[in-house]
C-alpha cells in the first residue's frame, strides 16, 4: 500500500474517529434521543426555528443510519487493514459532502435572517469535515 507520507493512514482514522464518529455519528444520536441535551452540550445550534429543526432531525436519522461505518473505518485505518482503506471511502465522501453542505446550507440560513452558527464555528466544522474527508478519500485511494 503506497503511504502519501509516514503514518498517514492513522492520522487519518483518528480524524475519522473524532470527526465522524464522534461528532456525526455519536452527536446525530444523542440529537434524536435528547434534543434538549444535544443543545446544551453543542450537537445542536440553540433557538432554531420548527422548520429548520425538523430537516436537522432528517439529516441526524441518515448520519446515524450511516455513521457507525465511520468507526469501523477509523479502526481499520488505525490498523492498516485493508479492509479499513476499503471503508474509508464512505467517511471519506460524505465528510467532504458535509462539509459543502453545512457551508451552503448555513449560508442560506443567513440569507433567510437566522444566524445559528457563529462564522469561526461554521468555517472550523466546515473545514474539518472537508479536511478529515479529503484525507480519507486520499488514504483510500492510494490504499487500495
Not at 456525526?24 to 429548520?52: D, R, S
Not at 466546515?126 to 480519507?136: D, E, M, R, V
Request: hydrophobic letters at 55%; a neutral charge; aromatic letters at 16%.
Amino acid at each position: 500500500m503506497n503511504q502519501i507520507f509516514p503514518y498517514a493512514n492513522i492520522i487519518a482514522g483518528v480524524l475519522v474517529l473524532i470527526v465522524g464518529f464522534i461528532f456525526h455519528w455519536v452527536g446525530q444520536l444523542i440529537c434524536l434521543i435528547n434534543w434538549e441535551l444535544a443543545t446544551k452540550i453543542g450537537f445542536a445550534e440553540k433557538g432554531m426555528i420548527p422548520e429548520y429543526r425538523v430537516y436537522e432531525e432528517a439529516i441526524a436519522v441518515a448520519d446515524v443510519l450511516i455513521g457507525w461505518i465511520y468507526g469501523i473505518a477509523g479502526i481499520g485505518l488505525i490498523l492498516g487493514t485493508t479492509w479499513g482503506f476499503k471503508l474509508a471511502w464512505f467517511p471519506g465522501v460524505i465528510l467532504v459532502y458535509h462539509s459543502l453542505s453545512v457551508w451552503f446550507w448555513t449560508n442560506n440560513q443567513r440569507k433567510a435572517g437566522h444566524r445559528l452558527m457563529s462564522d469561526s464555528a461554521r468555517i472550523i466544522w466546515s473545514l474539518a469535515n472537508f479536511i478529515t474527508g479529503i484525507l480519507a478519500i486520499l488514504i483510500a485511494w492510494h490504499g487500495a
